[in-house]
């Protein structure tokens, strides 16, 4: 079976400087993949370029299968689901923004109603369905990003650092929730983050991208037992062994 | 008072009300229409000479009227390049100075109203999968009050210019006289008082209108 995504040979280029490249990298179909590396490591600019919003110099991303090169990038962003650092809501109502994927697709207004519904029930935020976007909390604003992800139903979720911006109750309540709705869905997820306690919660395999360039994947349980170099150990928090 | 009495019940001043409403909303309009999109593509698009083009558009901000007026004119003069159209001394001569006027500055504030917008949403919106004609309609919601004062602003540039209007459209009585032209002629003759009360008219008209967009604006303004 083919992965859901697979990259080969990658760089990524921004400002005339190499951001990050990948010699290999791929995510089946229920992973949740973390991408970790500490700030400026190039993990916005890996997720940027496979959500195809930054043009790749070399390498092939395929997406189940098929080079993305050879589809258009509307088509191919349809099958995917983005959140960002900040949760960027436009200035309409909290189930406009839920639903406002669905919209782009031209999905029928049934489908939208309910599946709206559906995603701010599981996000626990029904009760703001009707409050306009520019009026809520950091918390809340991120759980209609989410959902408004979520809604998509997208073959790949794409999430970078949705938590980083949030304060530690925040963070843990809304974690424990995509934690547990990731579950329940099995929504195969990219998601990046630099911080390891929170990818160790949500991820069933780790990357780790130093210095622009990805170093090491597999399993926590993989990593933490071999990591291959000094400073894969070192970000790891792993002491020297004796 | 007299005066103003005079004005309102002259039918001359009502029909150089409605034609300059008439052209300076059309010249507006037809600006809107160039520089919206053009606005946008400056304002969000990457393309080599992009800086150079909105430095062109933020000088023409800045155009002097009679300048316009005066290329205009030998465009449009017999002799001139259009003459064989024979559009000097009409109203459309007017509309086309002043769209040349109005669309610089619609075109600038579009421009850098978009540029104001967090750059990631564009990103975000694109991520979600919105086409290209859906992320720009949603990037002029976002941006609806900046494009409103770009819609005054583009209005105000060319209701009270009276350079372009004069040079292209002559200020033939019942044909292309206009407020601003109006109140030249008064003053050419010496009749300030009627001049004044145009002027006072005009001014008054201006702010009627700005109003009603103002008004648009802020009920569209994030509560």
Redesign the interface.
């Known amino acids: 079976m083919n992965p859901v995504l697979e990259i080969l040979d990658l760089e990524v280029w921004r400002d005339e400087k190499l951001a990050v490249e990948v010699e290999h990298l791929s995510v089946n179909k229920g992973d949740v993949l973390a991408i970790i590396g500490p700030n400026g490591a190039g993990k916005s600019s890996l997720l940027?370029a496979i959500?195809r919003?930054l043009k790749p110099r070399q390498g092939t991303i395929c997406f189940n299968g098929f080079e993305l090169n050879k589809r258009s990038?509307?088509e191919y962003?349809?099958h995917?689901?983005?959140v960002?650092q900040?949760p960027?809501l436009?200035?309409a109502s909290v189930a406009s923004n839920v639903a406002?994927?669905l919209r782009?697709?031209r999905i029928g207004r049934d489908v939208i109603k309910k599946r709206t519904d559906l995603w701010l029930e599981r996000f626990g935020i029904s009760h703001l369905r009707s409050r306009?976007a520019?009026?809520l909390s950091g918390g809340e604003a991120q759980r209609v990003s989410l959902a408004?992800?979520f809604a998509?139903q997208p073959n790949l979720l794409?999430l970078d650092e949705p938590f980083s911006a949030l304060d530690a109750p925040t963070r843990i309540n809304l974690l424990e929730d995509l934690h547990r709705i990731l579950a329940e869905t099995g929504t195969t997820t990219l998601f990046i983050s630099h911080d390891l306690k929170e990818a160790s919660q949500l991820a069933n395999r780790m990357a780790i991208l130093l210095n622009g360039r990805l170093r090491q994947q597999g399993t926590p349980e993989e990593l933490y037992a071999n990591p291959i170099e000094d400073d894969v150990r070192t970000f790891l928090g792993i002491s020297e062994p004796n | 008072m007299d005066l103003i009495q005079t004005i309102f019940s002259d039918p001359e001043v009502w029909q150089i009300t409605i034609l300059s409403l008439k052209l300076s909303g059309l010249g507006t309009l037809i600006s809107l229409f160039i520089g919206l999109p053009l606005g946008t593509l400056l304002g969000l698009g990457k393309f080599p000479g992009r800086s150079f083009l909105l430095s062109i558009m933020n000088t023409g901000m800045g155009l002097p009227p009679v300048v316009v007026g005066l290329a205009v004119a030998l465009m449009l003069w017999r002799s001139g390049p259009l003459g064989s159209l024979h559009l000097i001394y009409t109203p459309t001569a007017i509309v086309i100075a002043q769209t040349i006027i109005s669309a610089p500055v619609v075109t600038g504030l579009t421009a850098a109203a978009l540029q104001q917008l967090n750059p990631r949403l564009r990103m975000q919106l694109l991520g979600l999968g919105a086409n290209t004609t859906q992320m720009v309609a949603w990037m002029w919601w976002e941006a609806r009050l900046s494009l409103l004062a770009a819609l005054m602003a583009g209005f105000g540039s060319v209701i009270s210019e009276v350079g372009a209007s004069m040079m292209v459209g002559g200020n033939i009585r019942y044909q292309t006289r206009v407020l601003t032209t109006a109140i030249v002629l008064e003053t050419g003759k010496g009749q300030f008082d009627l001049a004044i009360a145009l002027g006072v008219w005009l001014v008054l008209l201006t702010f009627i209108v700005n109003l009603a967009l103002t008004w648009i604006q802020q009920k569209g303004a994030r509560s």
Do not use: P, Q, T
Request: one cysteine or more; proline letters at 0%; a positive charge.
């Open positions: 940027l959500a919003l990038d509307v962003r349809r995917l689901g983005l960002l900040e960027l436009v200035d406002m994927g782009f697709r306009s520019c009026n408004r992800a998509i794409l």
